[in-house]
């Protein structure tokens, strides 16, 4: 993953510049390049079908599985008459290739149920699909932008962008993701904010990983045992070092547990079984926008409000999350949880009463 996400940043970037010299030295353009960066990790694959004359067969294959998706147990003849209306005309051979192409280039497993005669994602054998819509979005995002470079059109007046210091510090991500395929350490310079120190690290870096809006590079500092994160935002004089050293792999299992919470804050808690009381307004966006991947919706116990719950380690963004739901939500279980909460709630009040 780490040399492929390498490649898109390189490789967009020789696109645009080689497309539209003129255009490329405007601070909108790069822009759009550090968003795309920015946005999502695409797959070497998905990149190729960006970079691909014959686009409309990853189009075709989105039509495929969405389809699938939505109508569980779609027969092969329903998916036809689908793509037909779509006007991708295609034979049943053609689809079962489809199948076979979906499934080595995605990871998606397309299975038939004898039970049901039709077809549905196996998600145990599958990646996960949400990540693969994400990689579709960001393919149409690319489409479009390339299009409006292309043309020299308008297309860009009609983009807004977050504050553009969300994007600082960008431009390390290439030498941390060349480091993390060729097994080198990196050394940089790291500004602590908190203690307003510049202090020289090296590390061996494992995985980059984005939490709202900003991108961190989690590894093993030189001479200690455990990972430790790093914003890259604070990185500077970044250069590649000398090969790992170290057994990379108990460290990569480390990073595993980041599956148990919100952010980036872990600590050795054990995952706690979380019950909210939502109303109905917000559990709209808790569902579209899940905070976890245990998420859940119990029931529906009371007119205007929802059940929701979730199993991790109830850390700091967690409960920055809860309390930004504000009135929308109330924590019921578990107690010590509850009277954190009610701790926290508290203290804000009384700073606008004295």
Known sequence: MASNFALIIMGFKDYVTNQQKKIVNSWRTKKIYLYLVHRHVL?????????????????????VIQFIYDETYASKEDILAFLEDKDFNISPRTLERDFEKIKADFGIELTYSKQHNGYYIDEEKSVKVASFFKFLELVS????????????SNTLDYVQFDDSSNLKGLNN??????????????????????????????????IVKEYINRWFVIGVPNGENEIRTYGIERISNIKLSKLSAIDRMPYVKQTKRFKNIIGLRYTNDKPEHIVLKVTNLHLKYLESLPLHHSQKTESHPEDGFAIVTYDLI??????????????ETEVLEPQWFRERIKKEVAQIYEKYTT
């Open 141 to 152: 995002l690319a489409d479009v932008f390339s299009d409006g470079l292309k043309s020299n």
């Open 43 to 63: 797959t070497l694959k998905l990149y190729n079908f960006i970079k691909m004359s014959k686009y409309h067969i990853s189009r075709r294959l989105q039509f």
């Open 314 to 327: 109830p850390n700091y963004e967690f409960i920055i999350e809860i309390l930004k739901m504000s009135i």
């Open 173 to 206: 991500l290439e030498p941390i993701l060349m480091a993390i395929k060729q097994e080198r350490d990196i050394k940089f310079t790291h500004h602590n904010f908190y203690f307003k120190t510049y202090k020289e690290k090296r590390i061996t870096p494992l």
